[in-house]
DNA sequence: CTAATGACCATTA
DNA sequence: ATAATGGCCATTA
């Protein structure tokens, strides 16, 4: 574990249930503002599983990627009682502030 | 050391 | 609205 997908880890457990945050904001709550494309590759190595990876999402409010596959990743976030629509979310409405 | 690889982002056309 | 573009950065080979 390096030290920076610790902090990701720990900005990524920060997130309520029901809300989801972005990767940009990840990278900018870590301290490292332009390291989204990082945070991604941290995710997708890993496979944190004691995380709510699923709650984190591209800036656009689209899905993103997930190592398990996006089906699941939109699944889990419905159970939450995120709002898809059209494959997209409402981040002024879901999206969290870390 | 260099080069390649992504669960990305913002801008531009 | 969509598509392409250039940049960005931690990790790994």
Do not use: D, Q, W
């Not at 880890?9 to 809300?19: H, M, S, Y």
């Not at 089906?71 to 889990?76: G, I, N, Q, T």
Request: net charge positive; glycine share 12%; with cysteine.
């Amino acid at each position: 574990m390096t030290s920076f997908e610790e902090k990701v880890c720990a900005a990524i457990g920060k997130i309520p249930r029901g809300k989801v945050a972005t990767y940009a904001a990840i990278a900018r709550a870590i301290g490292r503002p332009r390291a989204a494309r990082a945070v991604g590759n941290a995710l997708n190595k890993n496979l944190f599983k004691s995380v709510p990876c699923h709650r984190v999402v591209l800036s656009t409010g689209r899905l993103g990627g997930y190592a398990r596959g996006t089906a699941v990743k939109a699944k889990r976030l419905r159970g939450e009682g995120v709002l898809i629509r059209n494959g997209r979310i409402n981040l002024n409405k879901f999206g969290f502030k870390v």
